[in-house]
């Protein structure tokens, strides 16, 4: 399968000509699943067997209303799981968490700051954030916090993402996506241009 935001624009997650509604709205959280369920199994390395589905609203400091939908999904021992925060109207990942069992993380070496921002960028490169030929920048070294884990920045044109992995071997914590608003660009800020 290609990469997570490539599919999702391929699929027309962001224009669904002749579908009005419910069924847009079915056809986009069905595509959501499906890149949800590939990212779950590139992470945890195993196939999804539950999910569970809700939907939220917040506001944004601008005012404007989001509408989330969030998706938990385990494997058959409920360890690993994954949860992820969508944004229902544009299909964009804005946040995804894994759990991993704490016996995946030995409590040897911690890997260098090098390595460790590698290791950040090819996990934006496998869930299919950014390609291999994205300009996509690193904000400043990796920091280890207490808590055995590399917090890594990295940024392209309109977009900012926010990674956490385990120091010893790398798993993926944490993503978090924000869109950025392009002053005079006319991008619009929930599609990632040039990926």
């Known amino acids: 399968m290609g990469g997570i935001i490539s599919t999702l624009v391929s699929l027309g997650i962001l224009r669904y000509?002749?579908?009005?509604?419910?069924?847009?709205?079915?056809?986009?959280r069905r595509t959501i699943v499906r890149a949800s369920e590939s990212m779950f199994s590139k992470v945890t390395l195993v196939r999804c067997s539950a999910i569970s589905c809700a939907t939220s609203r917040t506001a944004r400091r601008d005012g404007k209303v989001v509408q989330?939908?969030?998706?938990?999904?385990?494997?058959e021992s409920t360890d690993p799981s994954?949860?992820?925060?969508?944004?229902?109207?544009?299909?964009?990942?804005?946040?995804?968490?894994?759990?991993?069992p704490a016996e995946t993380d030995s409590e040897g070496t911690t890997m260098p700051r090098e390595r460790a921002a590698r290791i950040s960028k090819s996990w934006l490169e496998k869930l299919g954030i950014a390609r291999m030929e994205s300009m996509w920048k690193l904000a400043g070294p990796p920091m280890l916090q207490r808590n055995r884990t590399y917090w890594s920045q990295w940024i392209a044109p309109g977009v900012e993402v926010t990674i956490a992995i385990r120091c010893g071997n790398g798993n993926l914590l944490c993503l978090s996506v924000?869109?950025?608003?392009?002053?005079?660009?006319?991008?619009?800020p929930g599609v990632i241009h040039g990926l």
């Open 17 to 28: 000509a002749g579908v009005d509604g419910e069924a847009a709205l079915a056809a986009k």
């Open 68 to 75: 989330h939908f969030l998706l938990e999904m385990t494997s």
């Open 82 to 100: 994954m949860y992820f925060d969508w944004d229902a109207e544009t299909g964009d990942l804005i946040r995804a968490y894994a759990r991993m």
């Open 178 to 188: 924000r869109r950025l608003h392009l002053q005079g660009s006319g991008a619009d």
